[in-house]
Every structure is written in structure tokens, then in C-alpha cells.
């Protein structure tokens, strides 16, 4: 298969990636509201706080994600997908195929990581893992 035809499959998959992204921040939402206007004793408040932080931070997680799928769809049309935005080469498609929306090469990526390990802070384990693929 040859890299354009490759990078078209991985244009459906950020598609589908950013329709189910879409859905579950739609939900998540909607959940959102929904818990904030329940009542009960002190156990369900605590309950729905506890419930409350993990859809924030799921809803987070899922806004970054579907901006960066975003920036991905933007830069097919551009004709910038699957280039590195460091140094200009093409990104190898196993990189790709890991983090569709990746926008560096491995080695811009791990550099980029060395200067500034605090844009890295924060993420969960399967984001840290894919910031360095």
C-alpha cells in the first residue's frame, strides 16, 4: 500500500475518531448537567462530586483529543498531514497509525519532550505513552 493510500484510511479513522468523540462529549455533557441538578443525603453529594471530577476530567481528555483530531483533518486538507512539523519529514505511518493526530516524528517529539518536560506533566499513562511514540 502505498503512504498516500495509507494516509487516506488514516483520514477515515480520524473521522470516525472525531464522530465518536462528538457522541461521548455530547453525553458526557448532557451526564454533566444531569448530576448537578440531582439531591440527596451528604453520601450522594459526595458521591456526585467524586462523579462530577471524573466526567470533568474525561470530558477534558476527550476536548484535547478531539482538537487535535481537528488540527489533523485541517492540516489532509492543507496537504500537511503525515509531515513532521520540526523538520519537515514524513512522519513514519506506524507513528501514525498509534496517534493519528500526531504532529512530529518521534525524534522531534522525544526532543521537544527534553527542553519542555512540563508540557508532558499531567498526562495520563496512555497519553505520556503516545507523546513519546
Do not use: F, W
Request: glycine share 4%.
Amino acid at each position: 500500500m502505498s503512504r498516500k493510500e495509507a494516509l487516506n484510511k488514516l483520514r477515515d479513522v480520524l473521522l470516525v475518531r472525531r464522530e465518536a468523540l462528538r457522541k461521548a462529549l455530547d453525553g458526557d455533557l448532557s451526564l454533566l448537567q444531569t448530576l448537578s441538578q440531582e439531591g440527596g443525603d451528604v453520601m450522594d453529594a459526595a458521591m456526585d462530586t467524586a462523579q462530577d471530577e471524573i466526567s470533568s476530567q474525561l470530558v477534558e481528555v476527550e476536548s484535547r483529543e478531539l482538537s487535535q483530531i481537528e488540527d489533523a483533518l485541517n492540516r489532509l486538507k492543507e496537504g500537511l498531514y503525515g509531515d513532521c512539523e520540526h523538520c519537515n519529514k514524513p512522519i513514519p505511518l506506524a507513528r501514525l497509525q498509534a496517534v493519528p493526530y500526531a504532529t512530529m516524528c518521534i525524534d522531534c517529539a522525544r526532543k521537544q519532550e527534553k527542553s519542555s518536560p512540563r508540557l508532558y506533566t499531567g498526562l495520563d499513562s496512555t497519553q505520556a505513552s503516545n507523546a513519546s511514540l
